[in-house]
C-alpha cells in the first residue's frame, strides 16, 4: 500500500515561506503525477498545484499563482511545494496526493489515487 507523508508545514506571520515535503517510503514517485490540495476550516478541499511525471508540466491554482512553486527531485523520491508570500486565507491543511494519470496533471481531487495525512499550515500575526 502506499503511503504518502507530508512535513514542513507550521506557524508562520503573513508574508512568511514554508517549504512542504511529499515523501512515499518504499515506493518510486517516478512513475506518478503529485498533486497538492488544502483545505480550511470548514471549507472543502482546493487544488492548490500539480506536477506531472517528468517535472515539465505543472499547473496552480489562481489563487497561488506567483506565490508557490511546485518542484520535484526524483533521485531523492520527494515532491516540493515552496509556499512565499504567505496570506492569512492560505490557512488550512495541506494534503500531497498521486495520481496514476499519464497525462497532464490536473488540480481535481477525483483524479488522485492516494493521498497523505496531511501538514497543517497557520499563516498568522
Known amino acids: 500500500q502506499l503511503q504518502l507523508a507530508e512535513s514542513g508545514g507550521g506557524l508562520v506571520h503573513p508574508g512568511g515561506s514554508l517549504k512542504l515535503s511529499c515523501a512515499a517510503p518504499?515506493?518510486?514517485?517516478?512513475?506518478?503525477?503529485i498533486g497538492w490540495f488544502r483545505q480550511a476550516p470548514g471549507k472543502g478541499r482546493e487544488g492548490v498545484s500539480c506536477i506531472s511525471r517528468d517535472g515539465v508540466n505543472t499547473n496552480y491554482a489562481d489563487s497561488v499563482k506567483g506565490r508557490f512553486a511546485i518542484s520535484r527531485h526524483n533521485a531523492k523520491n520527494v515532491v516540493y511545494l515552496q509556499l512565499n508570500s504567505l496570506k492569512p486565507e492560505d490557512t488550512g491543511v495541506y494534503y500531497c496526493?498521486?495520481?496514476?494519470?499519464?497525462?497532464?496533471?490536473?488540480?481535481?481531487?477525483?483524479?488522485?489515487?492516494?493521498w497523505g495525512q496531511g501538514t497543517q499550515v497557520t499563516v498568522s500575526s
Open positions: 518504499g515506493f518510486t514517485l517516478d512513475y506518478f503525477a
Open positions: 496526493a498521486v495520481s496514476r494519470t499519464t497525462g497532464s496533471p490536473t488540480l481535481s481531487a477525483k483524479d488522485y489515487d492516494y
